[in-house]
């Protein structure tokens, strides 16, 4: 029987790219680097914001540079996470829905956890047990680390729990962590390059979260 699902939040619960690109470019055009395409940035996104901005960056510049960038980054994005942000269609009512059957709900993103928890109190306020992100101090996803933390504070097993996500780090994550994993279609990543990282369950609207987690085993 599943106890909790843990979800990714860019790209599973909330749209959050647009958002990413502005930040991202806000800092290549302030230090005159050229601008990145939208698509180029969903390509880049899921391990964190340093690699994002590693990624965006030309693949000449050194990691002195790139540390910096990431910073400048961190700030405007502080600033900025909630200007185009918004959740997909009919996560709230998923969420609703678990936390109706008693099903704990939490997530493990890479962004960073201050973010991360606004973003989550914004849009799903205590729909969210518990909300993990980048804190300086864990290893990112996909480590195991933040799904060991979370498993134990909300006292359930890997057997009672699924992972959704919409990347191959929240594949790898899964693996790692020896949990099931649902792939999100309508994220950042294709149904392809899921089955590709290891993927094989598939929600391709929020409802099939939810049929997939009731009918489970």
Known sequence: MIK??????DGTLTDTLDDLAD????????NHYAQRTRDEVRSFVGNGLYMLMRRALPADVSDDVAAACTDILTAYYKEH???KTKPY???????????????????????????????????????????KGDNGQRPLKPNRAVIDELLREMNV???????????????????????????????????????????SLFAEKSEDIYNIVKNYG
């Open 4 to 9: 909790a699902v843990i979800f990714d939040l």
């Open 89 to 131: 269609d009919g996560i709230f009512a998923l969420l609703e829905k678990l936390n109706r059957d008693g099903i704990l709900c939490a997530v493990a993103t890479n962004k960073r956890e201050a973010a991360a928890k606004e973003i989550c109190l914004r849009f799903f306020g205590s729909l969210l047990c518990n909300v």
């Open 23 to 30: 930040a991202v470019n806000y800092v290549l055009s302030r």
């Open 81 to 83: 996470s909630l200007v």
């Open 157 to 199: 097993s890997a057997a009672e729990t699924l992972y959704v996500g919409d990347s191959e780090a929240d594949a790898f994550t899964a693996h790692n962590a020896d949990l099931t994993a649902i792939g999100v279609t309508w994220g950042f990543r294709n149904k392809k390059q899921l089955e590709d990282a290891g993927i």
